[in-house]
């Protein structure tokens, strides 16, 4: 089966910082897939190539087959890449239906009701015209989540989904990209939290200082031997 | 039986109120069109000038108060439709009818090319630019290279064979037309794309809005309407020279405006304009030689007190319903 993506020799540098290191992988559809490493190990630059928000300096990222190399946020996104930040960016000063609303293509009453649909999903319908900005924590990165849903995304980017929020809140998410995932949505979750990446993912690729160390299944990834000494510190 | 009834009597309520509005806005529009035919001059003119600055404001509302990009070269989009429409008809023999719109015309049409320019800078430096385009064009004028079109410092004295009372009608026109885009927009898809330009453009990007495109459509729809209004407001004045187009009281006072009505709403550049310009020919009439400094106070309360405009603080408060309407 044609990987949904393929991140071809990637590199990217910032200065004399080298951020990306030749870096190469491929993603299965319907696949979630954790991306672990240590803080400044790239994981969130890589998520910011295949968004589009920057440009790798040599390498070739490829969606579906299709070449999305330096193409414009916008456009990545409307292939169909949504993605979630590690400091979460909701619309405040708009209501949370018009945070979803906006996102949406298409016929006005589909796109409206589409929006309601999400938020009966993430159980906050009851909050639709509150402004995104009196919601909780947590509630926001639902709210986040809700939002990459509205884009009807194949692939999902998302920048430590777990962090920060209660351990209920946690299993409801991960209960919801499980369910999404059965439905046919592939996931990459960037995660510190080693439990929702051996709990959650069927494979994971680690990387450090820019380079991919590990590849593979989740069970072969934790008894790693390079892994075992970086990332875990034993 | 009773249930259809009850629901029969709520729709007939829920258009009752509907048509309550249509009334008093066509009762409010009846008035102010029959204007002319009671008053004096002094009001007729007194209103073209709130009219002109609402549209102003409105129009520099639409883009700035919604994409968050502070436009501070209103001046500019005043100055060449400004320039333009009166060329047109002084030096031409146009007629102001089609003066004005070749006038907009021209405006929005070069607003494409800077728009797509400056449209990448953000935040105060996108400020400055405008600022800074607006200095280099009246510079420019003034010029020997552009004097043989534009007249340069001697400015163009000019009449163009209108009544006060068809100029009058012209803008009050163009102020009810530019109120409803306003309106249409604000609760639009388009709109809320603008807002979320403003929130978070990188996120904006990232979740498919092609915020460029969007960026350059409200600009040029702001140069539009704000150049006609300039057009109209030059043919009113009789008169255009490169200081006076490109003043940039005539950027600061229709933001100031807009600041004072509700910045981001839809009826806040309107009130703001209504009031600021009514509080400011009290106050110039009456107290003449404090009238900067009280001005200057108020200016301080709002900033102070009421960032959010007098729109902003009655949705705020409740007194009017929040939602994006008005």
């Known amino acids: 089966m044609e990987p949904i993506l393929k991140i071809d020799d990637v590199v990217k540098k910032f200065g004399e910082v080298v951020a990306l290191d030749h870096c190469s992988f491929d993603i299965e559809p319907g696949s979630i897939t954790g991306l672990i490493g240590p803080n400044g190990a790239g994981k969130t630059t890589l998520f910011n190539l295949i968004t589009g928000v920057l440009q790798p300096d040599s390498g070739h990222i490829y969606l579906k087959g299709e070449e999305i190399t330096g193409r414009k946020p916008y456009e990545v996104a409307r292939k169909g890449v949504g993605r979630t930040y590690q400091i979460i960016r909701i619309f405040p000063k708009m209501t949370l239906l018009e945070n979803l609303i906006v996102v949406g293509k298409g016929k006005e009453r589909k796109v409206v009701e589409r929006a309601m649909e999400l938020l009966h999903l993430v159980k906050l319908f009851d909050k639709k015209d509150d402004y995104a900005s009196d919601l909780s924590f947590g509630q926001q990165k639902l709210l986040s989540l809700a939002q990459v849903l509205m884009l009807d995304a194949e692939l999902v980017l998302l920048d430590e989904p777990a962090a920060g929020i209660n351990p209920t809140l946690q299993n409801e998410l991960m209960a919801l990209i499980h369910k999404l995932n059965d439905e046919g949505k592939t996931f990459i979750i960037v995660e510190h939290d080693m439990n929702v990446i051996m709990n959650h993912c069927q494979n994971a690729i680690a990387l450090n200082y820019g380079q991919k160390i590990a590849e593979g299944s989740c069970s072969v990834i934790q008894q790693d031997e390079r892994l075992l000494e970086h990332y875990f510190g034993r | ?326």
């Open chain 2, 1 to 326: 039986m009773r249930r259809r009834f009850l629901e029969n009597l709520t729709l007939m309520s829920h258009s009752f109120e509907r048509n309550r509005i249509w009334l008093g806005i066509t009762i409010l529009m009846a008035f102010l069109i029959s204007i002319p035919f009671f008053a004096s001059d002094y009001w007729v003119t007194l209103l073209v000038l709130i009219l002109i600055y609402t549209v102003y404001a409105a129009g520099w509302n639409l883009f700035s108060g919604l994409t968050g990009y502070t436009n501070f070269g209103l001046a500019w989009f005043i100055g060449v439709g400004g320039y333009v429409s009166t060329l047109l008809i002084a030096d031409y023999g146009f007629f102001w009818l089609f003066a004005w719109p070749i006038g907009a015309l021209f405006t929005s049409i070069i607003s494409i090319g800077v728009g797509y320019i400056l449209l990448r800078i953000k935040g105060v430096y996108f400020a400055i630019s405008m600022v800074a385009l607006t200095e280099g064009t009246r510079e420019l004028f003034g010029t020997e290279y552009l004097t043989p079109i534009t007249h340069g410092g001697k400015g163009v004295p000019f009449v163009a064979g209108i009544r006060l009372p068809t100029l009058y009608w012209s803008i009050l026109l163009l102020a009810f037309i530019a109120i409803i885009i306003c309106y249409k927009i604000t609760s639009s898809k388009f709109g809320l794309r603008l807002m979320a330009i403003r929130e978070d453009e990188q996120a904006a990007e990232t979740l498919g809005v092609h915020t460029t495109r969007d960026k350059i459509i409200a600009f040029i729809l702001s140069a539009f309407f704000v150049g006609l209004a300039g057009a109209i407001h030059f043919t009113y004045q009789n008169y255009i020279d490169p200081t006076f187009a490109f003043n940039i009281q005539l950027t600061l006072t229709p933001i100031v405006m807009t600041l004072f009505g509700g910045v981001g709403t839809v009826f806040g550049p309107v009130i703001g304009a209504t009031l600021f310009t009514f509080i400011h020919e009290i106050l110039w009439a009456e107290l003449t030689v404090l009238y900067m400094a009280i001005f200057g106070g108020i200016l301080m309360v709002l900033v102070l007190f009421f960032p959010q405009g007098l729109l902003g603080w009655m949705k705020e408060k409740g007194i009017v319903p929040r939602i994006r309407k008005i």
